[in-house]
């Protein structure tokens, strides 16, 4: 499974989100500056995010983003899902009841992509974004303050 922009880029800006919330709201611009994302493809994202409901915007002079429910309650699994979708590495369909699969009977390999569907999604729903808001704090009180270096991805 190879996770695109969306995902990489979205769970590092909501991450930011978190980290600066305590500044009530978080303003696109923000985000963009410290991430190294343009504006628009922040837009795109948080648009994404704010339709699974992870965030919520405020309107109005000093107005911006925040999280719509309590870090310790988001998992990476809903922000990846929120913006990448179906996070599976391999549609088996062996497993889909609609569709089915001619070979699910003597097939082997079925049980191969259930053992490593199942690992991605434990995986990330088990990572919570607080864990996340908790690390880059400590990284940031590592740096002194100063803004943790830019990751390439």
């Known amino acids: 499974m190879k996770l695109s922009t969306k995902g990489r880029y979205g769970l590092r800006a909501l991450i930011d989100l978190a980290v600066h919330e305590k500044e009530d709201t978080v303003s696109i611009q923000s985000i963009s500056e410290r991430q190294g994302i343009s504006e628009s493809y922040l837009e795109q994202l948080v648009r994404l995010l704010k339709k699974a409901g992870l965030v919520v915007s405020v309107r109005g002079a000093g107005g911006g983003y925040r999280l719509a429910k309590p870090a310790d309650t988001i998992s990476v699994g809903d922000i990846l899902r929120a913006l990448e979708g179906d996070l599976k590495a391999v549609a088996c369909s062996a497993y889909q009841e609609e569709q089915g699969c001619e070979g699910a009977d003597c097939c082997v390999t079925k049980f191969v992509w259930k ?22 704090r400590r990284l940031l009180e590592k740096n002194g303050g100063e803004p943790v270096q830019r990751c390439k991805n």
């Open 115 to 136: 053992k490593i569907n199942d690992a991605i999604t434990h995986t990330v729903d088990s990572i919570m974004l607080g864990e996340l808001v908790g690390e880059s």
